[in-house]
């Protein structure tokens, strides 16, 4: 047993009592009602059924599609036809230069200096290559010189070209036509390197068209000559000579000329001849021709290698 506490005195303490403490009600709960919450009806559920096969529509073949499609057919047609133009534009291009450097090789190598060639855009090249007849080829030369003549320029003008190798021939040609161009100088040059003794006296050239002469001229004299056509071959028929300022007989001259204009004619292919020649203020101009000629084959000229 427990004793209770000592005072002062040994006296026992006295202990206030304790008081109990009334315990506060607790505030009454809200009067609020709970409405229990009402669910909302739910919707009728559909079965839904599982969709069927669906109906495809007929499907057309790739090449049934393209031939009822005729855009696509214009396009095929368009590069087709596009195709087959470039193939041929390049095959003319190609036929062309090769025939023009063949020609032009013939021709320079007769004239003995550069020559260009081409021939003409009717019918197409590649028909005539084809049918190897040729309607129209033209050549021009560069104008340096034509054999010994110096200086002379010369256009050719070919027709009617059928090439056919046979035998000895490589074909034959309608007309062939060459206008040649001399001018003054050129014949200066030309007498001083191709006449011995005489032609290292010429100093100058001069012409005098209203009498279709030229005159040869140095320093000890004169020469004056009609240039003229003889049986297909140009020659200069001398007029007069002058030396020291006396009058010297055409003889001392005539044959140096006649040598030299010989040379000159000699030897052309296909029966080239001279029609025509005439003097100018600057020269001397002419025409050379044959017709219904047969082209030499590579065997007989050696400037026709090649052709055929």
Same mark, same amino acid.
């Given at each position: 047993?427990? $004793?209770?506490? *000592? &005072?002062l005195?040994?006296?026992p303490?006295q202990?206030?009592?304790t008081?109990?403490?009334?315990?506060?009600?607790a505030?009454?709960p809200d009067?609020t009602?709970r409405?229990?919450?009402?669910?909302?009806?739910?919707?009728?559920?559909?079965?839904?059924?599982?969709?069927? /096969?669906?109906?495809?529509?007929?499907t057309e073949?790739g %090449?049934?599609?393209?031939?009822?499609? /005729?855009?696509?057919i214009?396009?095929? #047609?368009? !590069?087709? %036809?596009? #195709? @087959?133009?470039a193939? =041929?534009?390049?095959?003319e =291009?190609y036929?062309?230069?090769?025939?023009? +450097?063949?020609?032009?090789?013939?021709?320079s190598?007769?004239?003995?200096?550069?020559?260009?060639?081409s021939?003409?855009?009717?019918?197409p090249?590649?028909? *005539?290559?084809?049918?190897k007849?040729? !309607?129209?080829?033209?050549?021009?030369s560069?104008g340096?010189?034509?054999?010994?003549a110096?200086g002379?320029?010369?256009n050719v003008?070919?027709?009617?070209?059928?090439l *056919?190798?046979?035998?000895?021939? %490589?074909g !034959?040609? @309608?007309?062939?036509?060459?206008t040649f161009?001399?001018p003054?100088? @050129?014949?200066?040059r +030309?007498v001083?390197?191709?006449?011995p =003794?005489?032609?290292?006296?010429?100093?100058?050239v001069?012409?005098?068209?209203?009498?279709?002469?030229?005159?040869?001229? &140095?320093? #000890?004299?004169?020469?004056?000559?009609?240039?003229?056509? +003889?049986?297909g071959?140009?020659?200069?028929?001398?007029?007069?000579?002058?030396g020291?300022?006396?009058?010297l007989?055409s003889?001392?001259?005539q044959?140096?000329?006649?040598?030299? !204009?010989?040379?000159?004619?000699?030897?052309?292919?296909?029966?080239i001849?001279a029609d025509?020649v *005439?003097?100018t $203020?600057?020269?001397? +101009?002419g025409? #050379?021709?044959?017709?219904?000629?047969?082209?030499? %084959? &590579?065997?007989?000229?050696?400037?026709?290698v090649?052709?055929?």
């Amino acid at each position: 047993m427990t $004793n209770p506490p *000592q &005072g002062l005195g040994g006296r026992p303490q006295q202990v206030p009592p304790t008081e109990r403490i009334p315990q506060q009600a607790a505030p009454p709960p809200d009067s609020t009602q709970r409405i229990p919450r009402q669910a909302s009806p739910e919707p009728p559920t559909q079965q839904l059924q599982a969709p069927g /096969p669906v109906d495809q529509p007929p499907t057309e073949s790739g %090449a049934r599609r393209f031939v009822s499609d /005729p855009l696509s057919i214009v396009l095929v #047609l368009v !590069t087709v %036809a596009a #195709l @087959g133009l470039a193939a =041929l534009v390049g095959g003319e =291009l190609y036929a062309r230069h090769r025939a023009n +450097t063949i020609v032009s090789n013939i021709v320079s190598c007769v004239v003995q200096d550069k020559a260009d060639a081409s021939f003409g855009m009717v019918p197409p090249f590649l028909w *005539q290559h084809l049918t190897k007849r040729y !309607t129209d080829i033209s050549v021009d030369s560069a104008g340096n010189q034509v054999r010994e003549a110096k200086g002379m320029k010369v256009n050719v003008d070919i027709r009617d070209v059928h090439l *056919q190798q046979a035998g000895d021939q %490589a074909g !034959t040609i @309608g007309s062939l036509v060459a206008t040649f161009n001399w001018p003054s100088d @050129g014949i200066k040059r +030309t007498v001083q390197d191709a006449i011995p =003794l005489f032609g290292g006296i010429v100093s100058g050239v001069s012409t005098d068209p209203s009498a279709g002469t030229i005159e040869l001229q &140095g320093p #000890l004299g004169t020469v004056t000559a009609k240039p003229k056509v +003889t049986d297909g071959s140009i020659g200069l028929e001398v007029r007069n000579v002058t030396g020291l300022g006396f009058t010297l007989p055409s003889e001392s001259v005539q044959p140096a000329l006649d040598a030299f !204009t010989e040379q000159m004619m000699k030897d052309y292919p296909m029966g080239i001849k001279a029609d025509t020649v *005439q003097v100018t $203020n600057d020269g001397v +101009t002419g025409q #050379l021709s044959t017709r219904n000629a047969t082209i030499p %084959a &590579g065997g007989d000229d050696a400037c026709f290698v090649g052709l055929g």
